[in-house]
């Protein structure tokens, strides 16, 4: 078979059913192949960032890893930042770009991109896991796998290859094998680590077992599917568990144990929990520990007594005092299940008072100004269409959030009952990347209603992929927050003068109108009333809806405790 064909049945055989692209001269030999086939569907996205970005939501949504394909040069310029957003997330992107022949690099083809111009390998290095061309046809069938094989060992995270076309038309003399499974989640734990742990339940610096016992469970639990061993862990012993807004879902947020979110948009609850009188003992399973996560790092402050399990030593061994385990979160937890003999006795008898200390805190209010949410203001307050669309979607729906104010409404307002319910590029954080990436989750769970919060500012960089989304009839739901400025910059810079001020506004543009020239459907929604029967519509639409609520920009965003925390810490300090 042709270096294309062997490609296809590679994605094939890793069981990839979509390949989100952008046709160009330069990978023209993929358009015949993927017409010799039908396992691998084609996806054709506005621009080659916006497949990046589809490719990325399709992997985050469906646990396997997502394939874009573009030409190298401007083609692979366009996906940098969605390749940098699934390197800090951790998500198995596929990025696979086109480039000219070997025999033709440095002669001055047009758009050549090879190591003797532009170098797109050298361009992608420093954003993934592993970034190389196919110099010779005949390394390409091992060249895939290595990448294949970076690219979904933990910890996940992008890969590139630049493919030339001889590689492309050149005769495989050889068939793709799977990647075994056993090789990639290998569920690795340092056991001597993990035994030094069990001290900590046993008894805390002055002898006596730890009473106030706090989870905190970052995205190292969605990566190990460890959902329901987190859940079954907390239950046995009546341990409270809050989550990184990137962990948002991983525990349900109406589990009589959840502390909700910790760290930005966060709850009072976690706050309290977890900050505001130090725990005898925090348990940290899989965050990354960064600024977010941590509250503006206050966290390095707060344990009197720690355990952190993460597959990155760097993250540990800098931001937080304790016990480290290098390993799996899920891993962990399994581990633990197998040693309840050994932390039974300690945990069992601080259970009533470990209960008595929860009530106290769950007694207390969990969000700030919860009214918001019934908020009758016109403009529309976000807070009360985070809360509306919550109502609307169905409890295993599927919610995408952008980057900018409605962020930390949608953080701090919305209820997530599951693993990949609620999901977003929170390291990063590249505007826009919610509008493609929804596609590529829609592909993925075709059966679960899939909705976006974004804004007019993130409409501006990406709004044109719902187009995408109107080709292919994928029934997804966009919510615009459309409050006529750069939100949370404006809540920063209108109080510096009126130039940044005018810097920051945006047209109050109609995204309905725009929205139905691109072939969806178009509601606006300039009343609070409007809200529910907009999200009834667009739940029974064929195709994309997109929806634009005119909502009022000065209402502050609920990050009360961040901020206090930020003004009370620095790391510097």
């Not at 469906?62 to 310029?77: D, E, Q, R």
């Not at 800090?88 to 991109?113: N, V």
């Not at 990448?147 to 590139?160: K, Y």
């Not at 800098?318 to 390993?327: D, M, Q, W, Y």
């Amino acid at each position: 078979m042709l270096g294309t064909d062997f490609i296809l049945d590679c994605l094939s055989k890793e069981k990839i059913e979509y390949l989100f692209m952008v046709p160009g001269g330069l990978v023209d030999p993929f358009l015949p192949a993927l017409g010799r086939q039908t396992a691998v569907k084609p996806i054709i996205a506005a621009q080659e960032g916006g497949a990046a970005y589809m490719a990325d939501g399709y992997a985050r949504a469906s646990g396997k890893f997502g394939a874009a394909l573009c030409i190298g040069g401007p083609g692979l310029a366009n996906t940098v930042t969605a390749v940098a957003a699934a390197q800090t997330d951790g998500s198995p992107l596929l990025l696979i770009s086109g480039e000219t022949a070997t025999c033709i690099e440095g002669l001055g083809m047009f758009q050549d991109a090879s190591s003797q111009t532009l170098d797109d390998v050298s361009t992608l290095k420093g954003l993934t896991h592993y970034s190389s061309s196919i110099d010779n046809p005949k390394n390409l069938p091992h060249l895939l796998r290595h990448a294949i094989i970076r690219l979904l060992a933990e910890p996940a995270g992008p890969v590139h290859l630049s493919i030339p076309k001889d590689s492309q038309v050149a005769n495989m003399e050889v068939e793709y094998q799977p990647i075994s499974a056993d090789l990639i989640h290998a569920g690795v734990l340092s056991l001597q680590a993990a035994e030094a742990t069990l001290k900590h339940f046993q008894g805390g610096p002055d002898g006596l077992p730890p009473v106030r016992i706090a989870i905190l469970a970052g995205a190292g639990i969605e990566h190990a599917k460890a959902s329901q061993a987190l859940i079954q862990f907390a239950e046995r012993w009546s341990i409270p568990v809050a989550t990184t807004l990137r962990a948002k879902g991983v525990f349900p947020e109406d589990h009589p144990l959840s502390l909700g979110v910790f760290g930005y948009a966060g709850t009072h609850h976690s706050r309290m929990a977890i900050l505001d009188r130090p725990p005898d003992l925090l348990i940290v399973l899989g965050s990354g520990l960064n600024e977010r996560d941590t509250m503006h790092w206050t966290l390095h402050l707060s344990p009197k007594n720690s355990i952190c399990v993460n597959l990155n030593p760097l993250a540990m061994g800098v931001h937080l005092r304790g016990s480290t385990v290098i390993g799996d979160a899920g891993a962990y937890l399994n581990w633990l299940e197998t040693k309840s003999d050994a932390i039974r006795v300690p945990l069992e008898s601080t259970l009533d008072v470990r209960k008595k200390w929860l009530a106290g805190i769950l007694a207390q209010p969990r969000l700030q100004n919860p009214e918001n949410c019934k908020s009758a203001a016109i403009p529309i307050h976000p807070a009360r269409i985070v809360s509306e669309l919550r109502s609307a979607l169905p409890r295993d729906g599927i919610v995408l959030i952008d980057s900018g104010a409605h962020r930390a409404f949608a953080g701090h307002y919305w209820s997530a009952y599951a693993p990949l319910t609620y999901i977003s590029a929170t390291n990063l954080g590249p505007m826009g990347w919610a509008i493609p990436a929804a596609i590529g989750v829609q592909c993925a769970q075709p059966d679960k209603k899939v909705a976006v919060i974004t804004g007019d500012g993130c409409m501006h960089m990406q709004g044109i992929e719902v187009a995408t989304a109107a080709r292919y009839q994928l029934p997804i739901i966009y919510v615009v927050i459309n409050n006529a400025a750069l939100g949370n910059v404006w809540l920063r810079a209108h109080q510096e003068g009126p130039v940044p001020n005018e810097l920051t506004l945006l047209p109050d543009l109609d995204w309905a109108a725009f929205s139905k020239a691109l072939g969806c459907n178009g509601i606006t929604v300039s009343q609070p009333n409007e809200l529910a029967p907009a999200f009834a519509a667009a739940l029974q639409n064929k195709g994309p809806t997109v929806i634009d609520v005119k909502a009022d920009k000065r209402f502050p965003t609920p990050v009360g405790d961040w901020a206090k925390a930020c003004a009370d810490w620095s790391y510097q300090e």
